[in-house]
Structures are given as structure tokens and as C-alpha cells.
């Protein structure tokens, strides 16, 4: 017997416990030992066996570590139909989660009986592949096509008590798994409950399944795991037998296992777990932190607040004037209706948060208490120094003191205190309050149980927190004005935006870059471009004022109705401004270009090429320390299509050379900004990857 499962005879019950913590994975010696438990069982002479989890869970599916690795038997597939054609009693009592795999065994026992707190699901799909042990064929006989095909299509985590209505579960029952488990099987044994294997239940009946694949296939945007699995499901109704449709769902499972969209998504699954885990920061406490201070209410400030509040902290707006904290409390307001709305907030809880929890305050003397104040104020250093040099003098011993600038250098804003060590950036994305992603910026001088605090923060707020250095634009921000210059460049050679938009939503964006820019506001870009003429462009770099024209005539993108788009039937109608081409045609002539056409994949391979080229630059400065953290900043805050993994490790699935040798004849065009990244040129010579160097820093 594997240690991984547990057998006990307890009468004429055989038991299997797993034990292979911290999920109970369905990895290799967790099979062999169940398929090892059921010969016991059965050589023993038992009449039921019980199947159930120690520790935290039931088993929460099979061992992602193990895909892509030559595969050992039992199969997992095998294992669930060995588990159902035994001559015993089969049942599973489940805790926890019974997540992928983990359901698909307890589909193939005969009865299930889950605690109330239980989850059951079969997410496969979002680690691009599809549930490939049975569990197309299986959830449909016990729960109906329609309920199958929601459940394998989101990927979405039933409670039992659903799971109980649906037919998933037969019984819900409070206590321990053990207990309530074997009191089940003892009742099944006395009323002589006969052996109930699923693949024994007629088939159901069919749906339109060519309108469910389109509707799937489209909500998806280039996501084939779950059209794919609304095939398998349809197996379930129309293969000629149980048996044929299990080897339908095999034959569908394995192309889905071998595409790069597994692989993206895998990688994202482990990059979203490693993405937290800093070495320099093992073992530091976080300070202490209950009441918070924000600086500023807008959208920005406000938001923030919001996230704060909802994560049950205490919290003090400042703002100028009383009228404008009044208008910073209409908007936390506003935010927290939505959750009002939604059901996730009570009405009393929807007062104590914008009453008790939260205070307006126009003075900073209020700050004094707070454990952590975060300015969103006005994006101008001279400003942020003001408001540094003021929370100086008020702010108590050890309070950590972040701005939430999205570029500028956090080591000059803490040398105006008198605490740099205190001081980091604390990079929200708008809505605050709905996006995950956090950017926590370290400067030259902050103090590990600063930082550690900041990544406190961010767990409490449930944020996916990235770790950042100072640099212009930290990850994202920096990257993103790269590929965004990309796109530019291409429009003066000839493409137009919307050819560029399209290209990307057709990539998986969930918006193209000018519709994105219309989103956030065409005036941040040229506040931008402003600055940077500023500061001084270098010579060499190309330069256009179509864009500004466009913010000159009024034009802002969606706030004012128009921008690269004209929204006047409504934000999702979206149809082109015909006064941006003209703009641009003169553009183009003013700087003496002739137009070339521009295909789709020229158009994808460009803007990428560019972004991992920047990336490079960000993970070989060490502004990011590994490149699984450009991809986890990018898939959640950028709009990255989380199926290709992130831009690293869509690189590697290209593979460096060609992408290099592509960056390398551009340079030829314009060798100021295709400048190779050195990590990329010194990858390649060394025949290594990104998730090479990922691996290194994990391990
Ligand atoms: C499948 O079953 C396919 C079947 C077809 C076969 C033919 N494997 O998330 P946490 C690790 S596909 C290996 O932080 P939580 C995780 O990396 C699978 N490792 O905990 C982490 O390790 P670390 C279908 C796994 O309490 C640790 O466990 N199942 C697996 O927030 C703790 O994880 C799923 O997709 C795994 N399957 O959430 C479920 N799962 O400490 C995937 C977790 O070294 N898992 N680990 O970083 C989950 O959704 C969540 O982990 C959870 C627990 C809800 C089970």
C-alpha cells in the first residue's frame, strides 16, 4: 500500500483515507494506492468501502505538476471505472474541495455524501484542458446536460447544498468526513442498497449542441478549453455507448493537453502562487495594521478606500476642502452599493461602513493614529512632495507611508521624510476596488516589514501583489508605454487603429489599445506626451501629434462621447470617429511616410515583440524579479489574455530566437527603439528560456 492512502477494515467497511497534503492531488502514489485499496478490499473480503480525505480536503484533482510528464499508471480514467465496476459498495464522503479529478473518483463511487462547507466542480477549463477521467460522461447522467454543460464550461465551484438539488451529492451532512461517511455506508448496507454506477444510467437527452459550442466558443474570446468540452458533453448524449463516449472525451482531452493554451494557463496557476513568495521577505512580520489613512477621494482615492473598508479596516479620507470629502464619500458611496447590490453587503453593514468605518477629514492631524496612509493625490512630484513632507510631521512611528503614483520615483518622494525606510508605493489599478492587481514598489530604502506590510495590505484586500522596483512606470506601466509607442509607430506606417484593435481582441485582449485608451481617458496620454517633450525627447525617436489634435478638438475617449471612437449609441456600440483618420493621413504627410498595409499577424507580432522586449529589459534591470511577475502584473491589470500565460511565456512558446532575430531586422528600420533587450540576447545565446530563469528563482 502507498502511504499516500490509508486502509483500515472497520468491520465490513474498508476505509481509504488520503493523505497527501496540502490537497490530497491525485498524483501517482495517491492512484496506485486507491487502486491498490480497492484489490485489498475486495481480497478481504469487505462489503462497502468509504473514501475520504485527511486533512484539509477531499482530493482537489489530479497533480497539475505531473502534466506534461510522461503519464503512469493507473490512469486516472482507468482508476474511476476500476472504482465503479467493483462488486462493493462504493462511497465517498467529502470535505473541502472535490475539484477535477477529485469529483471524476467521486462520480465513479456509488454514493456521495459531502459536510455543508463542501465544494464540488470540475475547473479543468481553466487550466485549458477539459475533465478527462469520465466526468463528461458521468455529470450529465446525474445531474442533466444543462446543469453539466454550466458547471464544465465556468468551471465554477458548487456549494453542497446545490451540488445536494443538482444530484451531484446524495445526502448533506454536518460533522466529520469519517464519521458521517461510514454512518451513510452502515445505512446504505442495512437497507440493502444496491451498487449505483453512473455509467450504468441512460444517457440524457441531447441539446442544440452546435448553438451551445458558437455561444461557448464566443464568451470564451479564443478560449478553446470550454467549446471543446461542449463536445465532450454532447458525447455523453450521442456516442454509441458509455464506452465510446469516454474514449471521445480521451481523444478530446488529450489535443487540449497538448496545446500551448494548457501550458499558458498552467503557468499562470503556479505563477499566481509563486508571485507572492519572496525570499527577502520570509520570516519578516508585517506591522500591524488596522485603521488606514487615504489622501485624495477621487476615483482613484476613493476606490482604494472602498477596497479598505470592505476588507474590514477603519478608515480616514482626507481631502481639501469639506465639499470635496463629501463628494469622496458619495463616490465610496457609490462603489459600496454596487456590493449593496450584488448581496454582498447587508444594509447594516452598508452603514456601519460609511459611518462608523469611515471618516472624512479635511486636516491632517486625523492621519496621526493611522497604521498606513496612501496618498492618490494630483500626478506631480511637487505635489507628492507636499503631501510626504506634511505626513512626516504627523504621522507616528513605524506608520508606513505609500504613494500610489503610477510613475514617478518613490526614492525621491521618501527623501523628503525623515523615515525613508517607512516609505513604498502602493500602484492600484482603476476601479480600485475591482481590479486585482497591486504593484508594491520597493525603493532604495524600505524596510523589509515595510514592504511585507504592503504585501499584508494586499492580501487583505485580496490583491494578486506584485513586487516592484523604481523605475518609470514600475512593471506595467513601463511596459505598456512601450508596446502603446509600438502601435503608434505603426499607425504613422500605415495601420489604422482599428485594424490594430481588432488584431488584439482577436489575440485575446480583452480590449485593443485605443479602445483602451478611450477607456481611461485620451487626456492621461497627452499629459504624458507633454511631460516627456518636456523632459527632452531623445533625438531619435519618433514623435507624432495626430493624437494630440485629437484632445485639442475636445476628444477624450468615452468620457466626452468621442475619441479614436465615437460612442453615441453607447459604450459597447462603439463605431470608428471618422476624424482620426484624416488626422493621421496628415500626420503621415506632414512627416513625409507613405503608407504601407499592415496584416493581422505583422500587426500581433510587433506589438508583442515589443512588450517582451521591454519585459526583458524590466526582469534584466530587476525591477521585476522573475518573469512570472511581468506575467502575473499583465494578466491582471493589462487585459492579457490569461490563456497564453503572459507575455514571457508566450515567448517561450514562440520561442526566443525567432523573436530576437524579428526585433533584430526591425532594428534595421529603427534602431532606437528596437534595441534588443541584453537578458533576451544573452537567453537565446544560452539556448535558455523565461521559465528557466523562473524555475531557477523558485527553486
Ligand atoms: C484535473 O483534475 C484533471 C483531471 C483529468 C485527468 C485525466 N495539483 O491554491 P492554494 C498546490 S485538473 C498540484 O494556495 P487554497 C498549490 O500549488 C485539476 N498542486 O490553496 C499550492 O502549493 P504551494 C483540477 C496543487 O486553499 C498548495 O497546493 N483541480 C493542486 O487557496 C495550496 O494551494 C483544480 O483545478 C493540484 N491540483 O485553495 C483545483 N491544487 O503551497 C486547483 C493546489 O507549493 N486548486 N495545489 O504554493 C485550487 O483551486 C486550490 O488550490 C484549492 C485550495 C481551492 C484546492
Not at 198 to 215: C, G, K, L, T
Not at 423 to 431: A, R, T, Y
Not at 483 to 497: E, F, K, N, Q, V
Amino acid at each position: 500500500m502507498s502511504e499516500a492512502i490509508g486502509y483500515e477494515l472497520h468491520g465490513d467497511i474498508a476505509i481509504l483515507a488520503a493523505n497527501n497534503p496540502p490537497v490530497n492531488a491525485l498524483g501517482h502514489a495517491v492512484r496506485q494506492g486507491l487502486a491498490d485499496g480497492m484489490a485489498r478490499a475486495e481480497a478481504e473480503g469487505a462489503r462497502a468501502v468509504l473514501i475520504y480525505g485527511t486533512g484539509r480536503t477531499y482530493f482537489a484533482g489530479a497533480d497539475i505538476r505531473e502534466f506534461g510528464k510522461p503519464p503512469k499508471e493507473p490512469h486516472l480514467p482507468e482508476l474511476c471505472n476500476r472504482i465503479e465496476a467493483s462488486p462493493l459498495l462504493v462511497v465517498s464522503a467529502i470535505h473541502g474541495t472535490a475539484l477535477g479529478g477529485g469529483l471524476e473518483v467521486a462520480l465513479g463511487t456509488h454514493y456521495r455524501i459531502a459536510v455543508p462547507s463542501a465544494k464540488v466542480g470540475l475547473p479543468e477549463v481553466h487550466l485549458g484542458i477539459l475533465p478527462g477521467a469520465g466526468g463528461t460522461q458521468r455529470l450529465p447522467r446525474v445531474a442533466g446536460v444543462e446543469a453539466a454543460l454550466d458547471m464544465i464550461t465556468s468551471g465554477r465551484h458548487v456549494r453542497a447544498d446545490e451540488a445536494l438539488k443538482l444530484g451531484v451529492i446524495d445526502r448533506v451532512a454536518e460533522g466529520d468526513p469519517r464519521e458521517i461517511g461510514l454512518a451513510y455506508v452502515r445505512e446504505l448496507l442495512d437497507e440493502g442498497a444496491p451498487r449505483r454506477p453512473v455509467s450504468e444510467m441512460p444517457a440524457p437527452a441531447p441539446v442544440d449542441f452546435d448553438a451551445v459550442y458558437a455561444a461557448v466558443l464566443k464568451k470564451g474570446r479564443g478560449q478553446l478549453s470550454p467549446a471543446t468540452a461542449v463536445r465532450a458533453v454532447q458525447a455523453a448524449c450521442e456516442a454509441e455507448s458509455f464506452a465510446a463516449g469516454l474514449k471521445r472525451e480521451r481523444d478530446l482531452f488529450m489535443e487540449l493537453m497538448n496545446s500551448d493554451q494548457r501550458e499558458g494557463l498552467i503557468h499562470a496557476f503556479f505563477a499566481d502562487r509563486a508571485v507572492g513568495k519572496l525570499p527577502e521577505l520570509e520570516g519578516v512580520a508585517p506591522r500591524p495594521l488596522a485603521a488606514i489613512g487615504v489622501i485624495g477621494g477621487g476615483t482613484m482615492g476613493a476606490g482604494i478606500a472602498t477596497a479598505a473598508l470592505l476588507s474590514g479596516l477603519t478608515v480616514t479620507m482626507l481631502e481639501m476642502t469639506p465639499e470635496a470629502a463629501e463628494a469622496a464619500r458619495g463616490r465610496i458611496e457609490g462603489n459600496l452599493s454596487g456590493a449593496l447590490k450584488r448581496g454582498k453587503l447587508s444594509q447594516a453593514q452598508f452603514e456601519a461602513l460609511t459611518t462608523k468605518a469611515l471618516t472624512l477629514a479635511t486636516d491632517y492631524a486625523a492621519l496621526t493614529e493611522a497604521d498606513l496612509v496612501i496618498e492618490a493625490v494630483f500626478e506631480d512630484m511637487e505635489v507628492k512632495k507636499q503631501v510626504f513632507t506634511k505626513l512626516d510631521a504627523v504621522c507616528k512611528p513605524g506608520a508606513v507611508l505609500a504613494s500610489n503614483t503610477s510613475y514617478l520615483d518613490i526614492n525621491q518622494i521618501a527623501a523628503v521624510t525623515s523615515r525613508p525606510q517607512d516609505v513604498l508605493g502602493l500602484h492600484f489599478f482603476s476601479p480600485a476596488h475591482v481590479m486585482k492587481l497591486l504593484e508594491v514598489v520597493i525603493a532604495d530604502q524600505t524596510a523589509p516589514d515595510a514592504a511585507a506590510t504592503g504585501f499584508a495590505l494586499g492580501k487583505r484586500l485580496g490583491k494578486v501583489s506584485v513586487r516592484a522596483g523604481v523605475c518609470d512606470g514600475f512593471i506595467g506601466n513601463r511596459i505598456l508605454s512601450v508596446y502603446r509607442t509600438c502601435a503608434d509607430h505603426m499607425i504613422l506606417d500605415g495601420a489604422s487603429p482599428y485594424e490594430i484593435d481588432e488584431a488584439l481582441e482577436e489575440f485575446g485582449f480583452a480590449m485593443g489599445p485605443f479602445a483602451v485608451a478611450d477607456l481611461a481617458g485620451l487626456d492621461i496620454g497627452w499629459a504624458v506626451r507633454k511631460r516627456k517633450r518636456a523632459e527632452g525627447l531623445d533625438p531619435r525617436a519618433r514623435d507624432s501629434a495626430y493624437a494630440d489634435k485629437l484632445c485639442e478638438a475636445g476628444h477624450f475617449g468615452q468620457k466626452t462621447g468621442k475619441g479614436y471612437y465615437d460612442y453615441a449609441a453607447g459604450a459597447k456600440a462603439r463605431v470608428p470617429n471618422p476624424e482620426v483618420l484624416p488626422l493621421i493621413e496628415a500626420e503621415r504627410a506632414a512627416q513625409g511616410i507613405t503608407p504601407r498595409a499592415f496584416g493581422k499577424d505583422e500587426i500581433v507580432r510587433r506589438y508583442m515583440a515589443a512588450m517582451v522586449n521591454e519585459a526583458a529589459k524590466v526582469v534584466g534591470e530587476g525591477i521585476a524579479r522573475r518573469p512570472l511577475d511581468v506575467d502575473v502584473t499583465l494578466l491582471y491589470g493589462y487585459g492579457f489574455p490569461r490563456y497564453r500565460g503572459g507575455p514571457l511565456k508566450w515567448a517561450d512558446l514562440q520561442g526566443l530566437p525567432e523573436l530576437l532575430a524579428d526585433i533584430k531586422r526591425w532594428a534595421a528600420e529603427d534602431a532606437y527603439f528596437w534595441q534588443p533587450a541584453p537578458l533576451l540576447e544573452q537567453l537565446v545565446a544560452e539556448g535558455r528560456s523565461f521559465d528557466d530563469l523562473n524555475k531557477e528563482a523558485v527553486s
